[in-house]
């Protein structure tokens, strides 16, 4: 997997916030079952693109800034579940991220369920926020409207 941008607009009750991160002049990725990342938080967002039934694991690496020890993380597609929210059933794939080697063992794995229709939208995430230790949330979509984000998109390139 190649990442060439992340689109992200995140709506909160007092505002709306839209950023695009670009990445320019990386080296070309060899491995075919391997990406680089940037910041994690966009973790959530890359992994729409993930090859779901294609792979059975992707290594998540980051882009590094001069640090003496780096951490890996693996994502591994589980299954396909039905996820009951209110209304609606939906049926996902189940993505289980977790870092590599011992310290992997020790920690909790974030879980992740996007739709199996495509644009496989995030529906759930549960698992401890980003950062190791910090305490365990559930998140779950209250509305997915691929139309409108469409609409969005062509309304930034007119």
């Given at each position: 997997m190649t990442i060439r941008s992340v689109y992200m607009h995140k709506k909160f009750h007092d505002a709306?916030?839209?950023s695009t991160l670009t990445i320019v002049n990386?080296?070309?990725n060899v491995k075919e079952d391997a990406t680089k990342i940037p910041p994690i938080i966009v973790l959530r967002y890359l992994l729409r693109g993930y090859p779901?039934?294609?792979?059975?694991?992707?290594t998540i690496g980051y882009y590094q800034?001069?640090?003496i020890r780096s951490y890996h993380m693996s994502v591994k597609q589980k299954r396909t579940e039905s996820v009951r929210?209110?209304?609606?059933v939906i049926n996902c794939f189940r993505l289980e991220c977790s870092l590599e080697g011992?310290?992997?063992k020790f920690l909790p794995k974030q879980k992740y369920w996007y739709s199996v229709a495509p644009p496989h939208y995030l529906?759930?995430?549960?698992?401890?926020?980003?950062?190791p230790g910090s305490p365990s949330r559930t998140i779950e979509i209250a509305d997915y409207n691929a139309a409108s984000r469409r609409e969005q998109l062509q309304g930034?390139?007119?």
């Open positions: 709306d916030i839209i990386e080296r070309e779901f039934g294609k792979k059975k694991k992707v800034d001069n640090r929210l209110k209304d609606r011992m310290v992997g529906v759930r995430f549960k698992g401890p926020g980003w950062i930034n390139f007119d």
